[in-house]
């Protein structure tokens, strides 16, 4: 059995979120419904989470926000 899932995160201030300007991330955390950055633990929770759960496939999590920073 082939299980596929998807963790979507928004912007995640790590190495790769942080080469953005200081603009863009207020403008994303502004536009965002918490206003604030994803939080690198609930996002590897995430990725446990759906590691266990047997029962779930073809699914996209956004992880903190309602659209993802691509």
Not at 28 to 45: G, H, P, T
Not at 50 to 55: C, G, L, R, Y
Request: proline share 3%.
């Amino acid at each position: 059995m082939v299980r596929i899932n998807a963790v979507v995160p928004g912007l995640l201030l790590t190495d790769w979120g942080e080469r953005y300007s200081t603009e863009e991330i207020k403008e994303w955390k502004d536009k965002s419904i918490l206003k604030n950055e994803v939080d690198l633990d609930d996002c590897a929770d995430m990725y446990v989470t759906i590691a266990k759960n047997t029962s779930m496939t073809g699914q996209e999590v956004f992880v903190g926000k309602e659209f993802p920073i691509l």
